[in-house]
C-alpha cells in the first residue's frame, strides 16, 4: 500500500495548496479529505508518546520526568518522577499494560489519574519487531519472571495493577512469590478486567479461541518478521491482526467515525477532525508479539483455563493462588465490557481461598465497557478514588499501625508499653505489636532520624548476604546488620540524607557513594527468590 499511500498524501497536499483555485471548490475539498482518510486508514503508526509533563500534587503543580529506570530485552521499566518541593510518603505503583498489541500509551489516562496520590512505574512493552532473534524467546513464563523481577526492584510495599491481559502472570507471579515467602510480594494487587477465568460470561474473543483450538492459530495467525527490521526472522502475532480483531467487533462504529471524519474535512471543521486525528493515532498504533508469548497465553488462559482450574505451572512450579496471604486483592470490572465478561476478573477471589474477606474488594463500574475500565471521565471520577483509598488502606504502614492500635488496646499496660527499647542493638525479634506477615518496626526511632524508616529489629524472613556486594566484608556487615539493616532492599532505597546519617553512625568514610552500594543492593535485590 505504500506507493498508494504515498499517491494519495501527494494528491492532498495538492488540493489543499492556497495557490490552486479547486482547493476552495466542493470537489477539491472532497477529493482532499478522501486521500486523508485513505493516508491515514493504510498508515504504519510508530509508538505515541505519554505526553505528561506535568501533575497536580497537593494543590500545586509540579513538572514530571519519565526515566528509564529497569530494562531487558523485551521490557522497560518506566518511572513518571515528580519533582516534589517535599518528600511525600505516596505509594509506590507499579501499573502493569497489556502487551497485546498496543503500546503502553494507551493507559495514559490511567497514570494521569494515578499520579496526584502514587508514586508511578509503568512497564513499557518493545515491540518484538524491534528485538533481534538473538536475544532469545520471551514466554508466559519470561512475562512472569519480568513481573517478579520488576516488584524485587521496587522493594517491599509496592502495589501492583495490572490492566486487561496481565491480570492472569500478575495473579500468577504473585502466587509465585508467595508460595517461595518471597519477603518482597507486594502489598496489594489491583486486578482490572482481566481474563482470570474466561468460562464465566464468555464473549466473541473467548468463543473464537475455543472454536478454532491452538493448532489453527499456530497455522493462521503467526507470522516471520521480514527484512529490514531489527527482529527479522522471529516468529510473531503482528500487532495488525490484532488491530483487525479489535476493529471487527464494532466494526459499524469505526465506518461511522470515519464517514464522520470526512464529512468534517469537508466542512472544515478543524475541531472536530482534530480529536479523530488524536484518537486513531494512539488507536491504530500496534506492536507485533512473540509467537511464544502469544501462543502460551491463548491456551493456557482462553483454551485449557489453566489458572482456574489449577493446573497451571511457572516452569516447574505449580501455580496456587490460594498460597496468597499477605497480598489484598481489587477487582474490577465495566458492566458492558465486551471483551471480558462480567465475572471473568472477580473470580480471583475465589482462587485466593487463603486471603481473608477483608482483604478482598471488588467493585463493577455501571455503564462502562472495556476501555472504561481504565480510561475517561467515570474512572478518574469513580474507579481511580477507590483504587488509591484501597492502596492506602492496606499499605504496610497503615496495616501496622493498625496492628499496633489493636495491640495497645488489648494490653493492660497501655500503649507505653509499646515503646521501643532505647538500646545500642537491634532487638532479636520483631515487637509484639507487629503482626507475624509485616515487617519488623525500626530498632530505634528517635525523633527525626532519617534512618527511622528503613532500619529493621530483625530481618524479614532470611536476611540476604551482604558481602554481595562489593566492598563490603564480614566486618562491615556484622556492622550493618547491628544497625539494623539485612536485607538489599534496604541499602537499595537509601536516600542522600540517610546515606550521610548512616556514614557518621557507621564511620563509612563515603565508602557507599564510593563503591556504589546502591547501585549493587538494585542488581542483587532483584534476584531475591
Not at 42 to 56: A, M
Not at 170 to 181: G, H, I, P, Q, S
Not at 363 to 372: A, R
Amino acid at each position: 500500500m505504500a506507493p498508494f499511500r504515498a499517491a494519495a498524501d501527494a494528491t492532498r497536499l495538492y488540493f489543499q495548496n492556497p495557490f490552486n483555485p479547486l482547493t476552495h471548490t466542493q470537489m477539491g475539498r472532497q477529493i482532499a479529505a478522501a486521500c486523508e482518510v485513505m493516508e491515514r486508514t493504510t498508515r504504519r503508526y510508530g509508538k505515541p508518546e505519554f505526553g505528561l509533563p506535568d501533575t497536580v500534587v497537593g494543590g500545586v503543580r509540579v513538572p514530571v520526568r519519565e526515566r528509564v529506570v529497569w530494562g531487558r530485552p523485551f521490557c522497560n521499566l518506566i518511572h513518571f518522577e515528580r519533582a516534589l518541593e517535599r518528600p511525600r510518603r505516596d505509594p509506590k505503583v507499579l501499573i502493569v499494560a497489556p502487551m497485546s498489541g498496543h503500546y503502553a500509551t494507551l493507559l495514559r489516562g490511567t497514570v494521569e489519574a494515578m499520579m496526584p496520590r502514587a508514586d508511578v512505574y509503568i512497564t513499557d512493552w518493545i515491540d518484538a519487531r524491534m528485538v533481534p532473534l538473538a536475544e532469545g524467546k520471551f514466554d508466559l513464563d519470561d512475562y512472569i519472571d519480568y513481573i517478579i523481577s520488576m516488584i524485587h526492584f521496587l522493594g517491599p510495599d509496592t502495589h501492583v495493577v495490572a490492566v486487561c491481559q496481565p491480570s492472569v502472570p500478575v495473579l500468577a507471579a504473585v502466587a509465585v512469590m508467595e508460595t517461595r515467602n518471597d519477603p518482597y510480594a507486594p502489598s496489594t494487587m489491583t486486578l482490572m478486567g482481566g481474563p482470570i477465568d474466561t468460562r464465566v460470561a464468555p464473549t466473541a474473543v473467548n468463543d473464537l479461541a475455543m472454536s478454532k483450538g491452538i493448532d489453527w492459530f499456530r497455522r493462521n495467525v503467526i507470522m516471520t518478521v521480514p527484512f529490514p527490521h531489527p527482529g527479522v526472522m522471529r516468529e510473531v502475532y503482528p500487532g495488525f491482526l490484532q488491530l483487525s480483531g479489535f476493529m471487527s467487533m464494532n466494526l459499524d462504529r469505526h465506518l461511522i467515525a470515519h464517514r464522520d471524519f470526512f464529512q468534517h474535512l469537508v466542512k472544515g471543521d478543524g475541531d472536530s477532525a482534530e480529536k479523530h486525528r488524536e484518537f486513531y493515532d494512539e488507536y491504530l498504533a500496534v506492536m507485533d508479539l512473540t509467537a511464544e508469548f502469544y501462543l502460551q497465553t491463548v491456551e493456557t488462559v482462553f483454551i485449557d483455563h489453566s489458572l482456574p482450574r489449577g493446573t497451571m505451572r511457572h516452569g516447574d512450579t505449580p501455580v496456587d493462588c490460594s498460597a496468597i496471604r499477605n497480598t489484598a486483592l481489587l477487582t474490577v470490572e465495566g458492566e458492558k465490557d465486551d471483551i471480558t465478561g462480567r465475572g471473568q476478573t472477580r473470580a480471583a477471589h475465589d482462587l485466593c481461598t487463603s486471603l481473608p474477606e477483608d482483604m478482598k474488594a471488588h467493585y463493577e463500574q455501571p455503564n462502562v465497557g472495556h476501555y472504561g475500565v481504565f480510561n475517561g471521565s467515570r474512572f478518574r471520577a469513580e474507579i481511580a478514588p477507590r483504587m488509591i483509598d484501597f492502596i492506602l488502606t492496606h499499605s504496610q504502614d497503615n496495616r501496622a499501625r493498625v496492628a499496633r492500635a489493636a495491640a495497645a488496646a488489648a494490653s493492660p499496660s497501655g500503649p507505653a508499653a509499646l515503646a521501643p527499647a532505647p538500646a545500642p542493638a537491634p532487638a532479636t525479634t520483631a515487637p509484639a505489636a507487629a503482626a507475624p506477615d509485616q515487617p519488623a518496626r525500626p530498632a530505634r526511632a528517635a525523633k527525626g532520624d532519617p534512618l527511622d524508616r528503613i532500619l529493621l529489629a530483625s530481618p524479614q524472613g532470611v536476611a540476604d548476604d551482604l558481602k554481595a556486594i562489593t566492598g563490603v566484608g564480614p566486618k562491615l556487615e556484622k556492622a550493618l546488620n547491628g544497625a539494623g539493616i539485612f536485607h538489599y532492599w534496604q541499602i537499595a532505597g537509601l536516600t542522600a540524607a540517610q546515606i550521610e546519617e548512616l556514614d557518621a553512625r557507621l564511620d563509612f568514610r563515603g565508602r557507599i557513594a564510593r563503591d556504589n552500594w546502591i547501585e549493587q543492593a538494585r542488581r542483587l535485590a532483584e534476584t531475591v527468590g
